[in-house]
């Protein structure tokens, strides 16, 4: 027995240490939200399409989170060379010492956004909101700070109406429809799979300027070692950003199965959102930084409580892993 036991026990040791290897070996990044959220769909064209091994990076898997902080540890504690994170939680962890740099502005604007009613509400306007229930997902959360710019946008003020929590965009569209809320912030691809039920009130690109969403980011020990990986993966997934634009109806086909959505959400869901804006600043941008509309995202954030103190952009953002003529745009 005591030979078996051993035998066994040396054979675990053999296979664990082979999964190791091959777990070194695997090239992953993080991406908040991939799978569920309208920002991490370039990265399902990329891998599909093998823009990621075309430009040098032999990417084998992207891991999802729910975003910010969970995006941020899963970043440092897998010891990977780059995430995709929202703007706020990228900024808080930096602030509280973590070791990241800025280097992508990837999501530019929060055009996945639309404030819906019930076909039947008596909202018609942004000023019908005053006393009214509006609803947001989560406490500091980027819809919240949305609901409270929108108030703005109709001169209001945040009290003028009851910021409602909800805890998600599905849960929303419940509470909508038994009328606990009486219009809610919903973002795609939730909003494409239920806009049937609804009447859009406004569209964030209708009402409000450029607001930077999420970013790529890496650590320094990467930055320090990696730059050749961290270049192929924005060269690759700026060429599945030039894709979507031209062949939209492929990439959300790309998209569905990548989403599991029905195709007629996932087409919905992009053609929404590489129109032109109003602003002209794309959604999907290639990588280039649009520093004011940082600016108002970090004011955004501040007015919930998310963040505080000021932003030093110099210290934060390393452009030097973005293709020569994205460098200077800013």
């Excluded at 999802?64 to 899963?74: E, P, Q």
């Excluded at 009214?132 to 109709?154: C, F, H, M, V």
Aim: with cysteine; glycine share 10%; hydrophobic share 45%.
């Amino acid at each position: 027995m005591g030979i078996v036991k051993r035998g066994s026990w040396v054979a675990g040791i053999a296979l664990g240490a082979a999964l190791f290897a091959a777990a070194a070996q695997a090239e992953q990044i993080v991406v908040s939200n991939y799978g569920v959220a309208a920002n991490g769909m370039p990265y399902a064209i990329a891998m599909e399409k093998g823009f990621f091994k075309e430009a040098g990076a032999d990417i084998t898997g992207i891991l999802s989170s729910s975003g910010g902080g969970t995006t941020v540890r899963n970043l440092m504690t897998g010891n990977l060379a780059y995430g995709e994170i929202d703007l706020a939680g990228t900024v808080a962890a930096i602030q509280q010492g973590a070791d990241l740099k800025i280097i992508s502005e990837n999501v530019l604007t929060v055009a996945e956004f639309v404030w819906a009613v019930k076909p039947d509400s008596p909202i018609k306007t942004l000023q019908d909101l005053k006393g009214k229930k509006i609803g947001y997902t989560n406490p500091r959360s980027t819809s919240q700070a949305l609901d409270i710019l929108l108030l703005e946008q109709a001169g209001l003020k945040p009290d003028d109406a009851e910021l409602i929590k909800t805890g998600g965009f599905g849960e929303a569209v419940v509470a909508l429809n038994l009328g606990s809320i009486d219009a809610s912030a919903i973002a795609d691809p939730v909003w494409s799979k239920n806009k049937s039920q609804f009447r859009v009130l406004v569209t964030a690109n209708d009402v409000l300027p450029p607001l930077c969403n999420v970013i790529g980011v890496t650590t320094g020990a990467a930055a320090a070692s990696r730059g050749d990986f961290i270049r192929a993966i924005l060269r690759g997934r700026r060429k599945a950003v030039e894709f979507m634009y031209a062949q939209p109806d492929e990439a959300a086909a790309i998209v569905a199965k990548t989403y599991n959505l029905d195709l007629d959400v996932a087409k919905s869901a992009i053609h929404n959102l590489v129109a032109k804006s109003k602003s002209g600043v794309p959604y999907w941008g290639p990588g280039n930084f649009d520093i004011q509309g940082m600016d108002r995202m970090i004011r955004a954030q501040k007015l919930v409580g998310a963040l505080s103190g000021d932003v030093d952009w110099s210290k934060l953002i390393d452009k030097s892993f973005l293709p020569d003529d994205l460098k200077g745009q800013n």
